[in-house]
């Protein structure tokens, strides 16, 4: 199982960001993907999943309304459409799969993580 995120990188407050997971090594469709983050000195925390199978989605509520969580199952790949960012949202960012098909962005129900990609939200 390889999970690679890409996309992140340092924007001003009020933009955008997509982050990518590219997935490899385990059948898409048969996974839930979610995406975390771990902001300087705070613990890792869920923001948000999807299961590819039915697009089913699931959003924390620090970030619902200004990012949206989609999947193209035909090229392996996991977005996070980050919109009107703010400085809280600085952090790594990581994509994780899990075979429980659990819509859930508790961590523990994810087995495969990637390295994480990082993004900085300048005020």
């Known amino acids: 199982v390889q999970l690679v995120e890409s996309g992140g990188g340092l924007v001003q407050a009020g933009g955008s960001l997509r982050l990518s997971c590219a997935a490899s090594?385990?059948?898409?469709?048969?996974?839930?993907i979610g995406w975390f983050r771990q902001a300087p000195g705070k613990e890792r925390e869920g923001v948000s999943a999807i299961v590819t199978s039915d697009r089913g989605t699931i959003y924390a509520d620090s970030i619902k309304g200004r990012f949206t969580i989609s999947s193209d199952n035909d090229q392996n790949t996991v977005y996070l459409q980050m919109d009107n960012l703010n400085t809280e949202d600085t952090a790594n960012y990581y994509c994780?799969?899990?075979?429980?098909?659990?819509?859930?962005?508790?961590?523990?129900?994810?087995?495969?993580w990637g390295e994480g990609t990082e993004v900085t939200v300048d005020s």
């Open positions: 090594g385990f059948p898409f469709d048969d996974y839930a």
């Open positions: 994780a799969a899990s075979e429980e098909l659990v819509l859930s962005v508790e961590e523990n129900e994810y087995g495969y």
